[in-house]
Each structure stands twice: as structure tokens, then as C-alpha cells.
């Protein structure tokens, strides 16, 4: 990598104002007078100007005419969301589709897919139904969709599926990648950000997340609000 994590600390730094709470209304509105946010949204209209992005989109549709590929920054130009240039890119064979993200703040790119997971777990609260009306009480045992035997009052644990993000591609998925990686480097001059890099924590920032700490560099330099790490606990991938 071109820059230490302290270096693309320094560049967060630039743009996000340290210590703000993205929850209190004052507090975003202070951030908005900063030279921070000045900056952010200079960056991202500058972003939007560039005509080197909609000619990267159409060289990829000219290079995968079977393949859809969504432009998910059409934003950008209102100066009020993101670090980053993103696209989707779905693939025709398959129908998986993948993410592509080129920060405009650092040189760097990510792309990824999902994967389905399923979580088991013990449940925190059950389902009754009283005169047709649902009620969620907490570690109630008299949901028939969540005890073996209602009778028994025995609690069972929960399966649930949720998707997230995997950085590892498939080998059918590489030759799209190789292509559209190879002409996003040359148009930008960029790499791809390694993930162990994006989602090391920058502890006293927030990016459209609800407290100070939860901010990592992905939400930083790319887009806020995925769930870049999954939840803690035991799962299984289907």
C-alpha cells in the first residue's frame, strides 16, 4: 500500500471533525460550519465534475454488453453523501452482482459481494397473539414457532439467514474483476485497500452512524452504513 493506516488517518482527519456525536441535531449542525465538512463537500462535487467516471462506466458497458451496470453516484453532485465513486455490476451468467467502490479521497478501491450466513441463536424475547393482536415479550416461553413443545415450555434456539459482505470473489467472478480492476488503476491511479486496512476503527469520528467509535476507515474514505465486519457470534455460511 501506498499510505500507512496512520497516514489515511491523517486524510480522515481532513474531512471529519474529531469528537462529534452524529446523534445530537447541535452537533451535526456544528460539524456543518467546520472546514471539515467544507472540504467533504467540496471533494465530492469536484467528484462529480470529473469525466473520467462516466467514461469508466461506459468502457465497462462496452466491454460486458450482457452485464448491468448501475451507477449508484448520481448523488454525488449535491455535495451530500459518500467519499466515493460507486457502481454495481451484475453479472449475466450468474446474476450475482458486485459493488465497486474508488474513494476520491485517497487512492484506493474496494469491490466485494455477499454471502448468505445463518446465525443460530437463543432467543431474547417471544410472540404471543391476545385477541389478534401480536405482543413481543421479553424471554416469554409460549411462542409455538420458538419452543419444541408449548406444554413443555422448553426453549429452542433460533436459525435466521442474513447477508453480508465477502471480499473473497469466486473464480468465475475474477476475469470481470481483473478487467474492470486493471482500467479503474489506470484511470485513477489507485489500489485496492486490502480488507484487515478497511475496517481498522477511527475511534473519535462519526459518518452517519450513531455514536462516536463505530466509525472504520471504510466509512470514511468509501460510504457509511455497511456492515463492513458481521455481528459477533457463531454462524454458519449456507
Partial sequence: MKHSVSDLLDVVYRYYLRGIDGIEQADIQRYKETEEYGRLVAARRLAAADERWPALLRRIEGRFPDSHVMNDSLHLPTGSLDACYSFSFSLAATGRTLWFKISFLAPYYIVYGYRRVQFVRQPERFRTVVGGTKFFVPRSPRDPRLVSNSDEERLTSVTFDESYIDFELSADELPYLEWIARDIEATFGCERMPPEIGVVLVPDVTVNLP?????????????????????SGECQQV
Fill in 211 to 231: 455514536t462516536v467509535g463505530d466509525a472504520r476507515l471504510y466509512d470514511c474514505l468509501f460510504t457509511a452504513g455497511a456492515e463492513w465486519v458481521p455481528s
